[in-house]
Protein backbone atom coordinates (compact mmCIF):
# COMPACT_ATOMS: atom_id res chain seq x y z
CA UNK A 1 0.00 0.00 0.00
CA UNK A 2 1.33 3.54 -1.01
CA UNK A 3 0.46 6.19 1.84
CA UNK A 4 0.90 9.92 1.11
CA UNK A 5 4.16 12.20 1.68
CA UNK A 6 5.03 12.58 5.67
CA UNK A 7 5.16 16.05 6.04
CA UNK A 8 7.22 18.03 8.67
CA UNK A 9 6.32 21.82 9.40
CA UNK A 10 8.83 24.59 10.02
CA UNK A 11 6.97 27.89 11.33
CA UNK A 12 9.17 29.28 13.40
CA UNK A 13 12.29 28.21 12.11
CA UNK A 14 11.39 28.68 8.43
CA UNK A 15 14.88 30.35 7.54
CA UNK A 16 16.90 27.22 8.56
CA UNK A 17 18.68 25.47 5.33
CA UNK A 18 16.98 22.57 4.38
CA UNK A 19 19.08 19.61 3.37
CA UNK A 20 18.24 16.16 2.18
CA UNK A 21 17.34 14.26 4.79
CA UNK A 22 19.00 10.37 3.32
CA UNK A 23 22.55 12.55 2.05
CA UNK A 24 22.87 15.52 3.70
CA UNK A 25 22.85 17.90 0.90
CA UNK A 26 21.67 20.98 1.17
CA UNK A 27 19.24 22.02 -1.84
CA UNK A 28 18.86 25.77 -1.21
CA UNK A 29 21.83 28.14 -0.30
CA UNK A 30 24.69 26.33 -0.53
CA UNK A 31 26.21 28.48 -2.87
CA UNK A 32 27.32 31.86 -0.98
CA UNK A 33 27.16 33.96 -4.45
CA UNK A 34 23.90 32.82 -5.28
CA UNK A 35 21.48 31.60 -2.41
CA UNK A 36 19.06 30.89 -4.79
CA UNK A 37 20.78 28.16 -6.90
CA UNK A 38 19.51 24.83 -6.39
CA UNK A 39 21.44 21.47 -5.79
CA UNK A 40 19.30 18.70 -6.09
CA UNK A 41 20.68 15.65 -5.07
CA UNK A 42 19.12 12.22 -6.33
CA UNK A 43 16.72 12.03 -3.45
CA UNK A 44 15.48 15.31 -4.09
CA UNK A 45 11.49 15.43 -5.57
CA UNK A 46 10.88 18.78 -5.59
CA UNK A 47 11.58 22.21 -4.70
CA UNK A 48 8.82 24.43 -4.65
CA UNK A 49 7.18 27.94 -3.26
CA UNK A 50 3.37 29.08 -3.52
CA UNK A 51 4.15 30.68 -7.03
CA UNK A 52 6.04 28.07 -9.08
CA UNK A 53 8.35 24.67 -8.86
CA UNK A 54 11.67 25.46 -8.93
CA UNK A 55 12.52 21.83 -9.26
CA UNK A 56 10.82 18.65 -10.06
CA UNK A 57 12.64 15.32 -10.42
CA UNK A 58 11.17 12.45 -13.04
CA UNK A 59 9.93 10.48 -10.33
CA UNK A 60 7.81 13.23 -9.12
CA UNK A 61 6.75 13.39 -12.34
CA UNK A 62 5.79 10.19 -13.04
CA UNK A 63 4.04 9.82 -9.14
CA UNK A 64 1.98 12.48 -10.12
CA UNK A 65 1.40 11.96 -13.61
CA UNK A 66 3.04 15.64 -14.86
CA UNK A 67 5.02 13.53 -17.71
CA UNK A 68 5.06 14.99 -20.65
CA UNK A 69 3.31 18.04 -19.13
CA UNK A 70 4.27 21.97 -20.17
CA UNK A 71 5.28 23.97 -17.33
CA UNK A 72 1.61 26.08 -17.72
CA UNK A 73 0.14 22.14 -18.26
CA UNK A 74 1.62 21.92 -14.50
CA UNK A 75 1.09 24.94 -13.52
CA UNK A 76 -3.08 23.94 -14.14
CA UNK A 77 -2.61 21.05 -12.41
CA UNK A 78 -1.51 22.24 -9.22
CA UNK A 79 -3.46 25.79 -9.24
CA UNK A 80 -6.62 22.94 -9.48
CA UNK A 81 -5.94 22.10 -5.89
CA UNK A 82 -7.30 24.57 -3.45
CA UNK A 83 -4.61 24.84 -1.39
CA UNK A 84 -1.91 25.21 -4.57
CA UNK A 85 1.35 23.88 -4.51
CA UNK A 86 1.41 22.78 -0.97
CA UNK A 87 -1.19 20.63 -1.07
CA UNK A 88 -0.79 19.13 -4.59
CA UNK A 89 2.96 18.52 -3.16
CA UNK A 90 0.76 16.54 -0.07
CA UNK A 91 -0.29 13.93 -2.58
CA UNK A 92 2.98 12.50 -3.50
CA UNK A 93 2.81 8.83 -2.81
CA UNK A 94 6.47 7.57 -3.41
CA UNK A 95 7.51 5.16 -0.87
CA UNK A 96 9.34 7.00 2.39
CA UNK A 97 8.76 10.33 0.89
CA UNK A 98 9.57 12.69 3.36
CA UNK A 99 8.22 16.45 2.58
CA UNK A 100 9.71 19.81 4.49
CA UNK A 101 6.84 22.75 4.77
CA UNK A 102 8.65 25.67 5.80
CA UNK A 103 6.20 28.80 6.38
CA UNK A 104 7.58 32.17 6.73
CA UNK A 105 5.11 33.80 9.17
CA UNK A 106 2.22 36.14 8.92
CA UNK A 107 1.91 38.65 7.01
CA UNK A 108 3.67 37.21 4.36
CA UNK A 109 2.64 33.56 4.77
CA UNK A 110 5.10 32.45 2.21
CA UNK A 111 5.87 29.03 1.79
CA UNK A 112 8.98 26.47 0.64
CA UNK A 113 8.35 23.14 0.17
CA UNK A 114 10.97 20.25 -0.20
CA UNK A 115 10.50 16.53 -1.17
CA UNK A 116 12.66 14.09 -0.74
CA UNK A 117 12.42 9.99 -1.08
CA UNK A 118 14.95 7.59 -1.06
CA UNK A 119 16.32 5.70 -3.55
CA UNK A 120 16.43 1.85 -3.42
CA UNK A 121 18.12 0.51 -7.14
CA UNK A 122 16.44 -2.80 -6.17
CA UNK A 123 13.15 -1.64 -6.93
CA UNK A 124 14.76 0.91 -9.87
CA UNK A 125 12.36 3.41 -8.71
ZN1 LIG B 1 19.93 13.24 -0.94
Redesign the pocket.
Known amino acids: MSQFIQRTELKTFYYTPV ?7 R ?1 MGADPLDETRITA ?4 LFIAHDTAFEYRSARLNANLSLEGMSDQQVEAAWLADERGIDGFTDTVTLTDAIKVAAYAPEPSAYGSYYG ?1 AP ?1 DAQLDN
Open positions: HCPFCGTVCQHTFV
